[in-house]
Structure formats: structure tokens, C-alpha cells
Nanobody, 121 residues
Framework: QVQLVESGGGLVQPGGSLRLACAAS????????MRWYRQAPGKQRELVAA???????DYSDSVKGRFTISGDYAKNTVYLPMNSLQPEDTAVYYC???????????????WGRGTPVTVSS
């Protein structure tokens, strides 16, 4: 019903920047919010940033001031420009969307497959 595809990950040096994107497709009636999570090997998945349809944004303390989340709900796409990347930011980044499929009443929670980000010299 709803599919998410992340892109923009890769290898970057400390202090560098990357811009992640997540495009939602499928039979989408509406989107409530879009979020970015990340998971490093051996660690729990953590929320990085979130944006609601109304534009309210939330960030984890570890990325606040360095990452910026933005959304283009007309395109069902969310972005995560990441600046001043550190080795600790190395993880697989996942897109998470709360969406209501067309013809459905209940909201669903959907995940992408993830895009890896590696910060290393």
C-alpha cells in the first residue's frame, strides 16, 4: 500500500555533509508525519528527527543544530540534510512515515529499508 525508499547515504569524512531523502509511494491518502531513525551496529534504533504535516519539527539532542528535516508533502518526500557529520553518526538511516492509505480510515506506520551513512576518514 505504502512504500518508502531512502536515498542519499554514503561515505563522508568527519565534518562533511550528506542529504538524505525519503520518497513515499503507493496508494497514499494522507500523511501525518515523516520521521528519520538511525541504527548503528549493536545499538538500538533511535529517533533522529521528525516533521509533522503542519511543519512542526523535532530533533534528538545529538543531532540538533547539525541536521535539518524538511518535507515536501505534495511530493510525499522528506529530506534530512546533515551537516558536521561525526563518526558517531555512522548508522543505517531509516525513513518512517505515518500515512493513511487511500480508502482506509486507520493510520499505518511504514518503514523504508534504510540507507547507510558512514562517517570516516
Amino acid at each position: 500500500q505504502v512504500q518508502l525508499v531512502e536515498s542519499g547515504g554514503g561515505l563522508v569524512q568527519p565534518g562533511g555533509s550528506l542529504r538524505l531523502a525519503c520518497a513515499a509511494s503507493g496508494s497514499i491518502g494522507s500523511i501525518n508525519y515523516m520521521r528519520w531513525y538511525r541504527q548503528a551496529p549493536g545499538k538500538q534504533r533511535e529517533l533522529v528527527a521528525a516533521i509533522t504535516y503542519s511543519g512542526r519539527k523535532d530533533y534528538s539532542d545529538s543531532v540538533k543544530g547539525r541536521f535539518t528535516i524538511s518535507g515536501d508533502y505534495a511530493k510525499n518526500t522528506v529530506y534530512l540534510p546533515m551537516n558536521s557529520l561525526q563518526p558517531e553518526d555512522t548508522a543505517v538511516y531509516y525513513c518512517n512515515v505515518a500515512a493513511r492509505p487511500s480508502g482506509h480510515i486507520i493510520w499505518g506506520n511504514y518503514w523504508g529499508r534504510g540507507t547507510p551513512v558512514t562517517v570516516s576518514s
